[in-house]
């Protein structure tokens, strides 16, 4: 059974790098499926960060695009999210997500059970 | 604000039935992209619900079903068990910002 699991510091500086991995067990990080990161701030709603391939392929929200770096480490099976330039605004819940295909369709079947990240001196 | 809009609140007593909207554009959901729907329990990560519009993933109970039409889709819970009590989310694909969620219904079991 494939879990996710994430990881990194609980609190960052302003203005510095929000730096999380999310560690792939139970199934390979290899696998044809597509691994998101997804946040939500306290009491809102959950918003889509970007996604990598096992290939190096990525594809990020364009409204986070200048500041968001996805990459993949497949002799550790697991995925890596680092956001620069941070400000309390992205205090929030950090989710790794698994973005499948069933039957042409696709979702996110799979999810970590968040980090806690918050952005403050 | 989200590009897909939910209405902030539902409630319901046990046992009746209840719906969520969830509506889009003809970016999103009315360009033909699939709907999913995520169930959040307090204090948890979400939980895929229905996927592909009206697909029930194995587990989920048959009281929860999608649906889609145009540039809206909703979800319906039938007979209401105060379990259900959680916040929802809609999501699709967007041709101008790829993946998108909906801001997010809570449902409270009366």
């Known amino acids: 059974q494939v879990q996710l699991q994430e990881s990194g510091p609980g609190l960052v500086k302003p203005s510095g790098t929000l730096s999380l991995t999310c560690a792939v067990s139970?199934?390979?990080?290899?696998?044809?499926?597509?691994w998101s990161w997804v946040r939500q701030p306290p009491g809102k709603g959950l918003e889509w960060i970007g996604e990598?391939?096992?290939?190096?392929?990525?594809n990020y929200n364009p409204s986070l695009k200048s500041r968001v770096t996805i990459s993949v480490d497949k002799s550790k099976n697991q995925f890596s999210l680092k956001l620069s330039s941070v400000t309390a605004a992205d205090t929030a819940v950090y989710y790794c997500?698994?973005?499948?295909?069933?039957?042409?369709?696709?979702?996110?079947?799979?999810w970590g059970r968040g980090t806690l990240v918050t952005v403050s001196s | 604000q989200s590009v897909l809009t939910q209405p902030p609140s539902v409630s319901g007593a046990p046992g009746q039935r209840v719906t969520i909207s969830c509506t889009g554009s003809?970016?999103?959901?009315?360009?033909?992209?699939?709907v999913h729907w995520y169930q959040q329990l307090p204090g948890t990560a979400p939980k895929l619900l229905i996927y592909?519009?009206?697909n029930r993933p194995s587990g989920v109970p048959d009281r929860f079903s999608g649906s889609k039409s145009g540039t809206s889709a909703s979800l319906a819970i039938t007979g209401l068990q105060a379990e259900d009590e959680a916040d929802y989310y809609c999501?699709?694909?967007?041709?101008?910002?790829?993946?998108?969620f909906g801001g997010g219904t809570k449902l409270t079991v009366l």
């Open positions: 990598i391939y096992h290939s190096g392929s990525t």
């Open positions: 003809s970016s999103n959901i009315g360009a033909g992209y699939d």
């Open positions: 997500a698994r973005w499948t295909t069933t039957d042409r369709r696709r979702y996110f079947d799979l």
């Open positions: 139970g199934g390979s990080i290899s696998s044809s499926n597509w």
């Open positions: 999501q699709s694909y967007d041709s101008s910002l790829s993946k998108v």
């Open positions: 592909g519009n009206s």
